[in-house]
Nanobody, 124 residues
Framework: QVQLVDSGGGLVQAGDSLRLSCTASGRTSTTSPTGWFRQAPGKDRDFVAAIRLGGQITNYADSVKGRFTVSRDNAKNTVYLQMNSLNPGDTGVYYC?????????????????WGQGTQVTVSS
C-alpha cells in the first residue's frame, strides 16, 4: 500500500506562486511515476505534471509548461509542484497520485493511489 499526503494549496492572486508538496509512505518507488492532477468544479480530473526515475524524467501538460516545475526530494520521499505565474484557469483541487507501473501516464485512471487533495484558488 501507498499513502500520499498532499498540501500547500491556498488562495492567491493572479501572477502569484505556490508550491505544493506530496509526501509518500509505504511501498513507494522513485522509479515509478508520481503525478499531479487538478480538478475544477464540474470538470474531469486533468493531468498537470509527473515525475519518475528519481526526478530524471518529467512530463507536463501544455497548459502549465514553462510555468510549473515538478521535482522531488528522495531523502524526504516528497514530490513538489512549484507553480508560478498562476492564473484563474489554474483554480481547482490538486491531487498527487502514484502509479506502480514505471511509465508516466496522463490518464487519472492509471494511478492507483491518491492524496486527499489540496485546494488552489487564483483570483483575478
Amino acid at each position: 500500500q501507498v499513502q500520499l499526503v498532499d498540501s500547500g494549496g491556498g488562495l492567491v492572486q493572479a501572477g502569484d506562486s505556490l508550491r505544493l508538496s506530496c509526501t509518500a509512505s509505504g511501498r513507494t518507488s522513485t522509479t515509478s511515476p508520481t503525478g499531479w492532477f487538478r480538478q475544477a468544479p464540474g470538470k474531469d480530473r486533468d493531468f498537470v505534471a509527473a515525475i519518475r526515475l528519481g526526478g530524471q524524467i518529467t512530463n507536463y501538460a501544455d497548459s502549465v509548461k514553462g510555468r510549473f516545475t515538478v521535482s522531488r526530494d528522495n531523502a524526504k520521499n516528497t514530490v513538489y509542484l512549484q507553480m508560478n505565474s498562476l492564473n484563474p484557469g489554474d483554480t481547482g483541487v490538486y491531487y498527487c497520485a502514484f502509479r506502480a507501473t514505471p511509465i508516466i501516464s496522463r490518464s487519472a485512471v492509471e494511478y492507483g493511489f491518491w492524496g486527499q487533495g489540496t485546494q488552489v484558488t487564483v483570483s483575478s
